[in-house]
């Protein structure tokens, strides 16, 4: 495959998230950018799409029994000559560390803001997790049909919470009931609103030139005011800096209505053409750019039964560089073996097909029968690991406790595959035979429970255990390690990977631990590979 061809393709390539308050409108916007790609037809009112989505995915019963997605997907459609992948990120809390990695594969961002409500608790948490990377963003304010708060106040609470600089592109014209279309402040296009165009592509009139007498016609005296009142925005507001945009400092701000459908081919259309292609990748040895001919990738995230008629776990792999080419040898470099992937899958707007040649950007799933775990880097032979995946120490902990003495076999498997996906963290303490779970939310171990019934035929229930904190332990000088393993035994356990980690009964405990081994590291994350 010629590098010419990798780095063309590379290029088409818009891999990014949505981020998001819930009920901001995410699930709205996912289907509208999937109506523009082409990918689905009129999907009718959201909630007829979120049912619908229950009954022809596989979500697990108790999702569609609360209503909240845990699992995420990926949609891939075509743009203007771009490919477009979509990374979903699970919208429940307590789910956030499959959020805080599905945001680690993705090259930008976009923000959904209601209107009405402004800047919400998770949106700050989320767009604390883009700064780590300094993801570019650009923002959606939604909710345009209802009325909502001032515009200019909106920005200013975004730069004053978020800490970025706010570049607005479109302009409303009015809200709620009065809300007549946005202005392109660069196109220097009016886009008339019209609500009854909601499930279609091509919805309002567009009018050229804010002096177009057009205006004048339609919006009577609201256009005076309009003209003074861009004038007023554009002398004083930032105005659009792509370097700005690209280094995370800017985000450039655009109004509509997701659910009308209304302002999205302006958002899109300028996504496509700004948005960062895939970007070069920090490994443990050396940058990786994305036009490298030679394929490598990383895996953030394993979902198992996506299909219950199959039980198969599947594995996302992020593309980073080079071509994926179906039946394809792989390097998996933690296990140093070379392995064939036969039936790699893309995500083509949420129905599964089988790939051919995927690129830098897009992300392909395979198949993985136990051998594959979060954060593994895949290569062409290079030794090498990407960083940056975290796995996050859990806040809450819980002892298994098995109805049937006689199904441990069962349980341990059905733990340890499900530590894998990374839905729930298992700990086994060196004093006892104890398994301890940890979680970052509570419905976790909910889910956890509920899976080990169905998947594993395991009944299962999770108690209290005197665990606060958990820390991961690290240390170079090998004979201070031994010694802190022979003093610190009853506080020590291993993780699903083997790895050395220190579980304290509370925080004061750690404390004390820390100041005692200074020489220790205690860390509260812990990188995959
Ligand atoms: P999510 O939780 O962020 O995925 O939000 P949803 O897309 O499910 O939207 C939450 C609610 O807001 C739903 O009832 C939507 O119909 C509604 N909604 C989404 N976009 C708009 C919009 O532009 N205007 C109005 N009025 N409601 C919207």
Redesign the pocket.
Known sequence: MSELLVQEEAKKRRTFAII?H????????TEKLLLFGGAIQLAGS?KGRKAARHATSDWMAMEKERGISVTSSVMQFPYKDHIVNLLDTP?HEDFSEDTYRTLTAVDSALM?IDVAKGVEARTIKLMEVCRLRDTPIMTFI?????EGRDPIDLMDEVEDVLKIRCAPITWPIGMGKSLKGVYHLYNDSVHLFDARHAGKVLEGEVIEGLDNPRLDELLGDQIADLREEIELVQGASNSFDKEAYLRGELTPVFFG????NFGIAELLNDFVEYAPGPQARATTTREVAADEPKFTGFVFKIQANMDPQHRDRIAFMRICSGVFKKGMKLRQVRTAKDVKIPDALTFMASDRGHVDDAFPGDIIGIHNHGTIRIGDTFTQGEELYFTGIPNFAPELFRRAQLRDPLKMKQLQKGLSQLCEEGATQLFKPVSNNDLVLGAVGILQFEVVAQRLKDEYNVDCSFEAVNVQTARWISCDDEKMLNQFKTKAASNLSYDHANELVYIAPSRVNLQMAIERWPDIQFLSTREHG
């Open positions: 998001s819930p009920d901001a409108g995410k699930t709205t916007m959201v919208g959904v939604n909710k345009l049909d209802r209505s997701a659910v009308n």
